[in-house]
């Protein structure tokens, strides 16, 4: 079964960082893209950040752009997001899924069908 643990959530002053981790397994991780999503409270859950297989290749939200980076360590099936720079806005719950492909776009919340339990991440102004 595929399971995905997320880790590194925290309560942080903005301008703080975090760095979160998720571990992967029950399925070939190197062959899936992988991608974080976030959910605050009373809206609707968002793609932040997204990884090809190799980790060559990542796309970013605008909201985040240029203040966390995603990363992948293919030998030990693990998923990071090193956040800086947080913001208020940046508060909610952050989840790690596979992509699940079909010609869906990366930001949409519909294209993925496995998703971990998620890890609270609170930013104080």
């Known amino acids: 079964q595929v399971r995905l643990v997320e880790t590194g959530g925290g309560s942080v002053q903005a301008g703080g960082s975090l760095r979160l981790s998720c571990a992967a397994s029950?399925?070939?991780?190197?062959?899936?893209?992988m991608t974080w999503l976030r959910q605050a409270p009373g809206k609707e859950r968002e793609a932040v950040a997204t990884?090809?297989?190799?980790?060559?290749?990542?796309f970013y939200a605008d909201a985040v752009r240029g203040r966390f980076t995603v990363s992948r360590d293919n030998a030990r099936n693990t998923l990071y997001l090193q956040m800086n720079s947080l913001k208020s806005e940046d508060t909610g719950v952050y989840y790690c899924?596979?992509?699940?492909?079909?010609?869906?776009?990366?930001?949409?919340?519909?294209?993925?069908?496995?998703w971990g339990q998620g890890t609270q991440v609170t930013v104080s102004s």
């Open positions: 899924a596979r992509f699940r492909g079909g010609g869906s776009c990366w930001l949409t919340p519909g294209a993925y069908d496995n």
């Open positions: 990884i090809s297989q190799a980790g060559l290749i990542t």
């Open positions: 029950g399925y070939i991780y190197r062959d899936y893209q």
